[in-house]
């Protein structure tokens, strides 16, 4: 059983910033790539930056000046900086990982952290 769980959402004022993090727990030999994913009501779930085990990097194009993608292998945690809140970010965030535990290799998913910006 593998769990994720992100953590570090909130309210915060537009050009704020926040710091969320997901971890990763469990039956766990490795994990792959990490990556976040943006949601907003009524939307699909859209992918925002993904990182490899290495530490390679991917943004979407709206989101590349602002957020910042990193990981802690050692912790299983992955980590999102966001800088320069807009309205715009306001969602829930959830963290994929690809995951190989002792019976698979396998996508999962955590339970999602709510950001709010808003003055």
């Known amino acids: 059983q593998v769990q994720l769980v992100e953590s570090g959402g909130g309210l915060v004022q537009p050009g704020g910033s926040l710091r969320l993090s997901c971890a990763a727990s469990?039956?766990?030999?490795?994990?792959?790539?990490m990556a976040w994913y943006h949601q907003t009501p009524g939307k699909e779930r859209e992918l925002v930056a993904t990182i490899t085990r290495g530490g390679h990097t991917n943004y979407a194009n709206s989101v590349k000046d602002r957020f910042a993608i990193s990981r802690d292998n050692v912790k299983n945690t992955v980590y999102l900086e966001i800088n320069n809140l807009k309205l715009e970010d306001t969602g829930v965030y959830y963290c994929?990982?690809?995951?190989?535990?002792?019976?698979?290799?396998?996508?999962?998913w955590g339970q999602g952290t709510q950001v709010t910006v808003s003055s």
């Open positions: 994929n990982a690809e995951v190989r535990a002792n019976y698979d290799r396998r996508p999962y």
């Open positions: 469990g039956n766990i030999l490795i994990i792959y790539n």
